[in-house]
DNA sequence: GCTTGGCACTCGGTACAGGGGAGTGCCAGC
DNA sequence: GCTGGCACTCCCCTGTACCGAGTGCCAAGC
């Protein structure tokens, strides 16, 4: 009984700390909610709280604020999603459709989620390492220096150039063009990356540069850590604090090794990570929150997006936006 | 005579100010320099210049800060240009030498340029217009479904998918590749879409739907106004006056069109061009300096990278660095 | 005529004290 | 176990006083 309604009290400090940025006290508590209880009661349940490390005080004799802890909790059992209202989901529709290309469609869902949230959104390009091969072709630039290019499923392209000891016929290259794309075309790129590497073994002219440099530019893992970033500006609703709180947030978003490692592994679509201030895997990330989520086509949870803002924040409509969005762009990508 | 000095003293200011970030009195300012005259000289010229427009006070009683017209002076007239040093320029050829492409190119360069000045870089893509096309693809993903490749002298390449009311057979495909390259290749892009529209009219089955994709891709002007930004955790130095300072820099950052408005049309390589306060494009931008200027392969101006930052900011050194960073970048576009 | 030292004045910043108010903890009573 | 009452705490705002850096001006000197 007590403990039910010490749970309530714990939600309407965080809704109201959420909407205020200030610390609640217990009499603007019971006036803002209808808890049917005096604040002389709701003192004893939040100084109980407050022992049980869900609440704390910024000095004697001012209003709770929740911990992370208590953020924690709130998340995990209080919070009822809060879904979308329709006109959210036909902005979020009309918004992503038309993307012409993968870049497009990232970036567009970088700056849909920012101003959905209001915060600061991340997404993570798909990982080239479960997408397949759709084309490897090959241009001679001179008689001796060929641009190699592979063309992935998830549309996008890695090209390198090749400086080759001596001159290539053109019969020469459409061959080794047709057994390349004999060897890769189709493949997930790990299988294709093994079908090259047995290619380069092989005794043919070039037939060995070319597929090494294909196998550099299939595993080349930095262009596993494509992030992009969008609504930056929203650090500057931090106010108070900046020095310490949105520098390094500032930090992390220009380090993409970081804002992966942030982002974490890719969730399962339909599940939404939170990771609430120390958490995370970052320092500095006092006062910081990340909201994740994977999304792939086909429910393959390829890659991962998210936000990352206060801990004091909307939880339940920033837990939604993520995973409205994530479905959306999932659904793109099925398409094409 | 007393002009000198005057020249002397607003040239001391601005160096103080930028140094210190406070308001400069006379007497710190004839200890801080051997201006072997006395405080109450100093004075004097302080409110001449003063009454010219070039210094302004916070407050009666406190010392003199530039205006934007002073910056104006100081940049126009009297900043030696301030050479780098032997280890910076080391830093900048090894930092940019053994960029693999265009991408990596640009974000190396953005991660130095912001590095070096301790300010926000801005480095834009070189543009399409006066590249050339140095192939055309096609590859067939179904019977009736193109993949339409164009690579670009840049190293860039755009990609579209084309859609065919109809299968198209492998000789087809042949004989439209090789008239696509034709009237395409080794053209410039103004040219080759004057060319690929010609096409667009003639009879054959496919031609008018893949000349007229191409056409789109090479004239999408998304893909010129492509930018990269980097070093925004500098921002975190502006310290005071956050929400009015920061928060327009960082919406501009996100707005693509906005920093190409920004950083203005490319000036000819080795011309650095300046921009204090309000004589930039964009409101709001009052206390903010853009340093700029254009690069390209053969000192052709095709794009322009520079940095933003606070106008208080150190203008000698800044341009130095950004002068030697454009060179560098060039030179390596030479090479490629 | 420019430069200089002197001097009164201005004004922001800080330190200090006092009062108001929001909020708490505790206790006795229901 | 809930409630009203009450004393207490402590932040925050305001007003006052003071200090010091800096200025403007003036009269004297080179």
Redesign the interface.
Known sequence: MQEERRIAVLRAIVQDYVATEEPVGSKALVERHSLNVSPATVRNDMAALEDEGYLTQPHTSAGRIPTDKGYRLFVDRLGSVKPLSAPEKRAIASFLDGA??LDDVVSRSVRLLSQLTRQVAVVQYPTLSRSTV??V?L?A?APDRL?V?A?LST?R?E???VELTAPVSDDDLARLRSRLNLAATGEVIAEAVTALKALEDEPGEHTTAVARVLVEAMSDHRSDERVAV????N??RY?DS??SA??PV??A??EHVVLLQLLGEASPSGTVTVRIGAEGPIENFASTSVVATGYGPHDDALATLGIVGPTRMDYPGTMAAVRAVARYVSRILDES
């Open positions: 012409v290309d759709r084309h072709e241009v630039l641009l290019i063309i549309g392209v090209q390198r150039v969008g609504g930056a500006a650090l500057a106010g900046f020095e949105v520098r500032l930090e978003l220009e």
